[in-house]
């Protein structure tokens, strides 16, 4: 593909104000190798569409689709709950998959069901729990507790939301030692009751504090669960608003059975000038 003259075709959608630009990808027109930097360029706010992510949608034989996932920073990530969730919708709306569907991550397979502008998705890769980890942070500790849910996160539970330096406190511990290579996502949340909480993400790739984030919502509701503070469904208020529902078994120490519910809402739908991203 000539990246100078081409024009593809996107969507913009989000999941609580967690922002993704989707292109049907079935047709090869990006390189694999400059997906990175288109990545990059389409998430910028400045100087492209503006995204917390890019999602292409690609053939499977394993599935009904796969995706590749891009980080606004260009870093590809191996699952993210509110991109999945958008990604579900739009194929059911293209045809690319019917209402219960499956779909290829770096994760593995995940399954998704869409009814109108809801989607509910199934998530696996849910292990690696370490519970109160004392982080080293700013001349004190915090207290965290560490699992994946596909991605690696870090939940952090506070008194106060609104008196948290998201931004500060969450790259410090994203990048902190003891989450390396990797990195971490980092969730603070505050309890309201045994069947909700709120939370606040920083989130690694976007390297900033983003409205939503779906596989952050699972890991905060999760966490809570496993201290014995909430139990299923958990309602997990956003800070874009929008109210996500995790649904879990919990059998002992392990999850089963882990879904997030909630609207993927479509933005616009236009051409990406790529002479302009290139």
């Not at 047709?27 to 998430?43: G, K």
């Not at 779909?103 to 009814?115: P, Q, S, Y």
């Not at 106060?160 to 790259?171: A, H, I, N, S, Y």
């Not at 949340?189 to 690694?204: D, F, H, P, S, W």
Request: aromatic share 8%; proline share 4%.
């Amino acid at each position: 593909m000539d990246l100078e003259t081409k024009r593809i075709p996107f969507y913009k959608m989000h999941g609580g104000g967690n922002d993704f630009v989707l292109v049907d990808h079935r047709r090869a027109l990006v390189p694999e190798t400059e997906q990175p930097r288109f990545a990059r360029r389409v998430c910028a706010r400045q100087v492209g569409v503006g995204a917390d992510g890019l999602i292409l949608l690609e053939g499977s034989d394993r599935a009904d689709f796969r995706w590749r996932f891009y980080n606004a920073d260009g870093s590809e990530a191996e699952m993210c709950g509110n991109g999945g969730r958008c990604a579900a919708r739009l194929a059911v709306m293209l045809g690319i998959a019917p209402s219960q569907l499956s779909f290829e991550t770096l994760a593995g397979i995940m399954h998704a069901e869409v009814k109108d502008r809801e989607v509910r998705l199934e998530l696996t890769g849910i292990e690696d729990v370490r519970l109160y980890q004392e982080i080293p942070i700013d001349g004190q500790k915090l207290t965290g507790h560490f699992l994946k849910v596909g991605v690696p996160h870090v939940v952090v539970p506070v008194n106060d939301l609104e008196q948290v330096p998201v931004t500060f406190w969450g790259k410090i511990v994203r990048f902190h030692q003891m989450f390396q290579p990797a990195g971490t996502n980092v969730n603070f949340i505050n309890l309201q009751g045994a069947k909700a909480l709120e939370v606040r993400t920083y989130e690694r790739g976007v390297e900033d504090e983003t409205l939503a984030c779906g596989t952050g919502a699972v890991a905060s509701a999760l966490i809570a669960a496993r201290l014995g503070h909430v139990e299923s469904p958990v309602q997990v208020n956003t800070r874009g608003g929008e109210i996500l529902t995790v649904h879990f078994h919990l059998q002992g120490e392990t999850f089963k059975d882990v879904l997030l519910e909630g609207e993927a809402l479509v933005v616009c739908q236009g051409e990406l000038w790529v002479d302009e991203l290139k």
